[in-house]
């Protein structure tokens, strides 16, 4: 399906890389997740590991940098003491992201992705998400977690999320239904319901 970039954000817990996964086996295109923090690497010269420890989540209290102005497209000089900065490698982050977005179609899992591409016509933006008990429920059969580290891991693992997407987005709210074209509730519809779904609306949008 050639042209067509679907974005997914995703709560923790609600199979958002499951959906993104087997969508892209039925569309024939790419799938880009933590693959996206390998080609930033590339591109930029940082550490993969630096990438990896900022993924989706600030270095800095969000509390600290609610004055900051949201994600510019500008990248900061190897000779500065901030490139490796968190607004350095959301940067390169964004360059890969777009450059994807360009050249090829595919499904990009999280990272502000929908933001970033949000002046393209072409891309189809996705929240994935369900209620917390059920949420629980998938990552205790998935996980060998307890009960309480469970609850603890997605409380956090959210949290870092929304906080990450309003610092780069300006102070968007990360579930937002006014950030999507779709909003999927997987306690409501399965995993493969819910990519059905998906492959039915990108062939209506692409009429």
């Known amino acids: 399906m050639e042209g067509t970039v679907i974005t997914i954000a995703r709560q923790y817990g609600s199979s958002g890389r499951v959906i993104g996964r087997k969508l892209a086996e039925q569309l024939k295109i790419r799938y880009y997740d933590r693959e ?13 590991e630096l990438f990896f420890k ?33 607004d350095n ?7 890969i992201i777009r450059g994807l977005a360009e050249k090829e179609s595919c499904v990009i899992i999280g990272r502000c992705a929908d933001y970033i591409l949000r002046d393209c016509p072409d891309v189809v933006r996705v929240y994935v998400h369900a209620p917390f008990e059920a949420r629980l429920k998938a ?13 603890k891991q997605m409380e956090k693992t959210d949290r870092l999320r929304e906080e990450y997407y309003s610092y780069y987005t300006g102070g968007r709210c990360w579930h937002s239904a006014d950030n ?3 909003c999927l509730d997987t306690s409501r519809l399965d995993v493969d319901a819910c ?9 209506m949008r692409r009429k």
């Not at 998935?142 to 009960?147: D, I, V």
């Not at 990519?195 to 990108?202: A, F, K, S, T």
């Open 89 to 95: 490698l959301f940067y390169f982050q964004a360059k």
């Open 54 to 86: 900022a993924d989706e989540k600030l270095k800095q209290s969000f509390f600290n940098l609610i004055a900051r102005k949201k994600y510019k497209e500008s990248w900061i000089s190897p000779d500065s003491d901030e490139f490796t900065s968190d």
């Open 195 to 203: 990519v059905e779904l998906l492959v039915q609306y990108i062939q």
């Open 36 to 48: 996206i923090l390998r080609l930033a690497s590339n591109e930029s010269g940082i550490d993969e």
């Open 180 to 182: 999507y074209d779709l």
């Open 139 to 151: 990552v205790l059969e998935l996980s060998p977690l307890s009960e309480e580290e469970a609850r």
